[in-house]
């Protein structure tokens, strides 16, 4: 398949984008304003402010993306203060996740994937290159921004063995769309040998973005008095984080027959349109709940809480006293461990890794991380903890790891500076 087929085909699918796009909107209204933009149709203001500025184009899918590239945002503001940054999104909880504060900052949804709309895009902006941040590899996107010579790179790269094989069906097309990219930046050597077997570009390995993500201010007096409100101060509360669809489930059962009975849960859900069917899966567990948004103070025990306020997902895992890591226990390659690694907790992680592999088996090697055959490895991990004081001594150790790991976005800034 080459770009022209992938261009024809992506347009006989594009009513159905469109339907599943509608559908979106409709249990999150957030969607609606998205539209206009991902067709190549911006805000005249916006697009009138940035007719005659030097602009660096970074784009963030989501809430992930956009904390791993807020160092990198904060480098180049610094370095570069006659360049504005335009952000561009895919979905709402990207475009609304905060950012530093800048009249330099500008942020807009990413066009659909069509020779129109992205020369549309690239038309308004003029952006002096372009930086996308790990998965979102576009065909037509590439294609448009080589032939306006815009240069592109690809930081934060990741490509799983179970992603390549799936390159390598539509390995023509893939080979090209990685050729029109400047330069692609990985998070391990793994990812990189798996880039080369697609393209003979300039590959760099550089360290995970997300190891320099900061800390947000006032956490751990945040967690504590989140602590005080959900009644949780003297339980162990496991924090399941970012968990997706049929991992509620599992998790819920397991719990129920736990018999351990100072334990309390959390379950905060990847994406916030399942807030609703998690409530519902927690009910029918029969265990006593609340929902985090619906109270300010818990008066009576409760087994579960179910985190449905966004953007906290750092405040939840600092009250947790253990972290267990969603994505890992189906087969969604596992979430982030770096964010409770940084806050110095015990993480375990089921068997589904290939998203963050070398991360997790870099933090295994030096038993930071549990790893987990299935739920059921759970109850022995959580009865050593309650009597091992070796755990709070791995806390500083935690915070090393990530602390020997970082440097990643400065990096990419002085790849990015030699275009600029």
């Known amino acids: 398949m080459n770009i022209y087929t992938y261009q024809f085909l992506y347009l006989l699918l594009l009513p159905f984008v469109l339907l599943r796009l509608v559908l979106k909107a409709i249990r999150q209204g957030a969607y609606v ?3 206009p933009q991902r067709l190549g ?5 916006l697009t009138a402010l940035l007719t005659s500025k030097k602009v660096i184009w970074i784009h963030c899918v989501s809430v992930g993306e956009t904390n791993a590239a807020l160092p990198l945002i904060k480098i180049l503001l610094t370095k570069h203060q006659q360049h504005h940054i335009l952000i561009s999104h895919t979905t709402p909880t990207g475009m609304h996740t905060p950012l530093v504060k800048s009249t330099r900052i500008h942020r807009c949804y990413l066009p659909f994937d069509l020779a129109w709309s992205m020369n549309r895009f ?5 952006p002096e290159l372009g930086v996308i941040l790990e998965t979102e590899i576009w065909p037509m996107m590439a294609h448009q921004c080589k032939h306006k010579n815009v240069p592109l790179f690809l930081i934060n790269a990741r490509l799983s063995d179970k992603s390549l094989k799936q390159y390598l069906r539509f390995q023509s097309l893939a080979e090209e769309t990685l050729e029109n ?17 697609l393209t003979r570009k300039k590959l760099e390995v550089v360290a995970n973005l997300k190891f320099d993500f900061p800390i947000p201010k006032n956490l751990q007096l945040h967690a504590g008095k ?10 162990f509360v496991v924090v399941a984080g970012s968990t997706r669809t049929g991992e509620e489930k599992i998790i819920l059962n397991y719990f129920k027959a736990l018999p351990i009975d100072n334990v309390v849960l959390v379950i905060v859900p990847r994406h916030p349109q399942r807030f609703n069917e998690v409530e519902n899966l927690i009910k029918l567990s029969d265990l006593p709940y609340v929902r985090r948004s619906a109270v300010r103070n818990v008066n009576t025990k409760v087994k579960v809480i179910l985190g449905d306020t966004m953007g906290d997902l750092y405040i939840y895992y600092g009250l947790a006293d253990l972290v267990l890591l969603g994505g890992s226990l189906e087969n969604f390659g596992s979430q982030n461990p770096i964010e409770p690694l940084r806050l110095g907790k015990p993480v375990a992680i089921g068997p589904s ?3 963050f592999m070398d991360v997790i088996e870099k933090a295994e090697k030096q038993e930071l991380i549990f790893r987990l055959n299935n739920i059921r490895g ?6 050593n903890m309650l009597k091992d004081a070796k755990n709070k001594a791995l806390q500083k150790e935690r915070h090393t790891f990530v602390e020997t790991q970082s440097g990643g976005s400065k ?10």
Do not use: H, W
């Open 378 to 383: 759970l109850e022995s991990l959580i009865k």
């Open 411 to 420: 990096k990419v800034a002085a790849l990015l500076n030699q275009y600029l």
């Open 226 to 235: 989140l602590r005080k409100e959900l009644g949780v101060t003297s339980n």
């Open 41 to 45: 149709f911006f805000p005249q203001p």
């Open 353 to 355: 890794i290939y998203n």
């Open 122 to 126: 690239l038309e308004r902006f003029k």
């Open 181 to 197: 990219f400047t330069m692609i930046c990985t998070q391990s050597n793994k990812d990189r040998n798996n880039f080369q077997r």
């Open 33 to 35: 304003y998205s539209l």
